[in-house]
């Protein structure tokens, strides 16, 4: 079995400031974790994943997150908020051998102020 | 066209109605999925097809009647819809075979039942 929890559903932060969005996950195996990003009236789109090799994965849009298997933590960070980068963001898990199925988070609305 | 694609973008319908959502993906995936999301809601998986056969059925009311012709397209057929089912539809497809591939997603038809 396989889930994830975002913890926040909504975060605002200054433009400039430093972007930490968390995510939690359970597995009862080594997992896959993946990051996306949605804009109002569009669909996901992949941000990172994390597939067993370097801890920490840099993605698209200055964005990066480190797995951590002892805290069972997969948290998302950006230096420098900017403001395109308010949108809703949904951390997902998938167990190697589930396939197709990866499970998401209920998703974190990030808000970004001038 | 590239990546995946969703026709139509919006749907206004009536509880009477049948209608149905087309999604074609250009990826070469194998997997595509039929995705709700509803506002204030998690994202809910609905359908999943590998190579044309449904290997995932979440439950879905039979009033959402799911389609796979082959492994580029699918539909979603709509009839005697509730209120309840307005919502973001969201198509997906990933390639499903050797190592990890992250879900590709269409923009969404959002549907609206009155």
């Known amino acids: 079995a396989q889930s994830v929890t975002q913890l926040g559903s909504h975060v605002s932060v200054s433009e400039g400031a430093l972007v930490l969005l968390r995510c939690n996950y359970s597995?009862?195996?080594?997992?896959?974790l993946f990051w996306y990003v949605q804009y109002p009236n569009q669909g996901l789109q992949l941000l990172l994943k994390y597939t067993s090799a370097a801890t920490l994965v840099k993605g698209i849009n200055g964005f990066e997150a480190e797995f951590k298997k002892s805290e069972t933590s997969f948290h998302l960070t950006k230096p420098s908020a900017h403001m395109s980068d308010a949108a809703e963001y949904f951390c997902a898990v998938r167990i190697p051998t589930n396939a197709g199925k990866s499970t998401f988070g209920d998703g974190t609305t990030l808000t970004v102020k001038p | 066209e590239t990546g995946v694609t969703q026709t139509p973008r919006h749907l206004v319908m009536g509880m009477t109605n049948k209608k149905s959502l087309k999604c074609e993906q250009h990826?070469?995936?194998?997997?595509m999925y039929w995705y709700k999301q509803s506002a204030k809601k998690p994202l809910e998986l609905m359908f999943v097809?590998?190579?044309?056969?449904?290997?995932e059925n979440n439950s879905v009311p039979s009033r959402f009647s799911p389609e796979c012709p082959n492994s580029s397209h699918l539909f979603l057929h709509l009839h005697t819809l509730q209120p309840e089912d307005s919502a973001l539809y969201l198509c997906?497809?990933?390639?499903?075979?050797?190592?990890?591939?992250?879900?590709?997603f269409g923009p969404g038809t959002r549907l609206t039942v009155t």
């Open positions: 597995s009862s195996v080594p997992p896959y």
């Open positions: 997906a497809s990933s390639q499903d075979r050797g190592a990890v591939y992250e879900q590709y």
């Open positions: 097809y590998n190579f044309k056969e449904q290997t």
């Open positions: 990826l070469g995936h194998n997997a």
